[in-house]
């Protein structure tokens, strides 16, 4: 009787072992788990991450993708993990390097994004035929991965706040209003304690600040973002982290909108600030090409323009 008990419990465990969705090292070196049925991918350092959250219901993305070609890396992944369909697509911003693989999953997924997010897309060159055919020149796989694309705007667009509930996961939205683009949002897991900040912030990385791009605003959103509390945060690029990445984005804003108020008050002008500020502990951040623009955005908002 004994070893009979035992039988049926090792076959029981098989059988549930051989069940057992793919492990993370399974979907590749570009994925990592960062809570459980939590995958991010980026193909390549400080690209646009991709985020598969598996749920009762089926699967939640953020952002599909950097191109079309990592979406069906992604998709495949998603394939790995269990025959659950992709529910929802959540962008985190309407740019390409987010949004361009939509067509890989949607039908039958729903997308969804910020107000502002349709009229973003339709308007951006970057989804314009001469900027298709640069994409699909660039090798034979990104040819064979744009083929069958189409544009795919949100079915859904809310305006400052959401909550969407999938299975047993509650995924609430929240408008940054001028941090990168005309509609970012940030996704918030209560439960889990994960982060999506958009490209609010950057790992060590200088942002590219539009001119609507308000840097009091953007640090209105990390502060908000802070208050919630996460254990792991999750930029739009980069690699994801704890509440570190908001605390050191912070840290910067301070210090360059410090930085260049004082030299307003020197008189300085705009082009003697670009030559003469640093900020300290930025030595070795990515995009330095980027640091005027970042200076640009200060000056604006401490000139109030």
């Known amino acids: 009787m004994k070893t009979k008990f035992s039988l049926a419990v090792y076959l029981a465990a098989l059988g549930l072992w051989l069940a057992a969705p793919a492990s993370a ?20 350092l400080n690209e646009a991450n991709s985020t598969i959250i598996r749920t009762s219901d089926g699967v939640v993305l953020i952002d599909a993708g950097q191109s079309p070609k990592d979406s069906y890396v992604v998709a495949a992944a998603v394939k790995k993990l269990g025959s659950d369909p992709v529910r929802f697509v959540i962008h985190t911003e309407p740019h390409p390097d987010h949004v361009m693989g939509d067509f890989v999953f949607s039908p039958p997924a729903v997308v969804v994004a910020a107000s502002g997010a349709s009229a973003s897309m339709k308007q951006s060159e970057s989804f314009s035929p001469a900027r298709i055919e640069r994409e699909t020149a660039k090798s034979p796989e990104m040819r064979d991965a744009f083929k069958g694309f189409r544009l795919v705007p949100p079915h859904v667009e809310y305006r400052n ?29 209560p439960k889990e304690r ?14 590219n600040h ?53 030299m307003v008050k020197q008189g300085k002008s705009l082009d003697e600030i670009k030559k003469e500020l ?28």
């Open 278 to 305: 640093k900020v300290p502990g930025t030595e070795d951040w990515e995009g330095k090409d980027r640091f005027p623009n970042n200076i640009e955005a200060a000056y604006r908002a401490v000139k109030g323009n």
């Open 194 to 207: 994960v982060l999506f900040t958009a490209a609010s912030v950057g790992v060590k990385r200088f942002g």
């Open 161 to 189: 706040r959401m909550t969407l509930t999938v299975g047993e996961r509650t995924f609430e939205l929240y408008y940054l209003k001028n941090v990168h683009s005309e509609a970012d949002t940030a996704i918030w897991l």
């Open 210 to 262: 539009r001119p609507f791009v308000s840097i009091p605003d953007t640090l209105d959103a990390i502060r908000m973002m802070q208050a919630l509390k996460p254990e792991v945060v999750i930029p739009g690029h980069g690699v994801p982290g704890t509440a570190k990445i908001l605390d050191d984005m912070e840290n910067y804003y301070d210090a360059l909108m410090k930085g260049v108020t004082a």
């Open 25 to 44: 090292q399974d979907l590749g070196p570009h994925f990592k788990q960062v809570k459980d049925g939590i995958y991010v991918y980026a193909a390549v």
